[in-house]
């Protein structure tokens, strides 16, 4: 089990950007995926990477503004948005899923973070 720690959330206006954060108890061989909630909706998956070869996969809706990066040696994962739109409102996870693989299904995920908050104004 590895405990996972989201920051960097806030209320922009759209067009800004953020960086969120994921920090990892421990260095983790399992994918490590972003999901995004919206109010009133199920869990979204947006971004993985395979932490063991830095493989990375985007869901269609978020490709080309978002990037998923990694620090392994800081055990950290980073979810960088630009140019946000009020439609990214929600709350941002990381959570910890299968080793080698990155389904962007939320139910194949055993280890979530509590999350972080992005508002999006416009």
């Known amino acids: 089990q590895v405990q996972l720690v989201e920051s960097g959330g806030g209320s922009v206006q759209a067009g800004g950007s953020l960086r969120l954060s994921c920090a990892a108890s421990t260095s983790p061989s399992r994918c490590i995926t972003w999901f995004r909630q919206a109010p009133g909706k199920g869990r979204e998956g947006v971004a993985a990477?395979?932490?063991?070869?830095?493989?990375?996969e985007y869901a269609a809706s978020v490709k080309g503004r978002f990037t998923i990066s990694q620090d392994i040696t800081k055990k950290t994962f980073f979810l960088q948005i630009n140019n946000l739109k009020p439609d990214d409102t929600g709350m941002y996870y990381c959570a910890a899923g299968p080793v080698g693989y990155c389904p962007m299904s939320a139910s194949r995920y055993s280890d979530w973070g509590l999350g972080t908050q992005v508002t999006v104004s416009s």
């Open positions: 990477i395979v932490p063991t070869n830095g493989r990375t």
